[in-house]
């Protein structure tokens, strides 16, 4: 990792189910990106935006939200219970 990257950062340990582990790892090598990137947008989305992750059960079965991350370089949509890229 870039010490760029690194710079005001803090260390944290997080306990996440494997299969979770599994799928952060895959999409950090699929996008060229450290997990720590990948996980600081998305708690920084959950932050931002709690109410997009604290309505997903109450979504089930009504049409896909779009939500828009600034941050991220597309819209998000949930689909099957993950955030997944509009586009």
């Avoid at 996008?31 to 109410?51: K, N, Q, V, W």
């Amino acid at each position: 990792m870039s010490s760029r990257y690194m710079k005001d950062k803090q260390k944290v340990t997080l306990y996440i189910p494997q299969d979770l582990h599994h799928k952060l790892k895959i999409r950090a090598a699929l996008d060229s990106e450290p997990m720590s990137a990948i996980a600081e947008r998305a708690i920084r989305f959950y932050l931002t935006h709690p109410e997009a992750v604290d309505n997903l059960e109450s979504s089930y079965g009504r049409s896909h939200q779009v939500h828009v991350c600034p941050e991220c370089h597309t819209s998000l949509v949930i689909r099957d219970g993950e955030l997944e890229s509009v586009g």
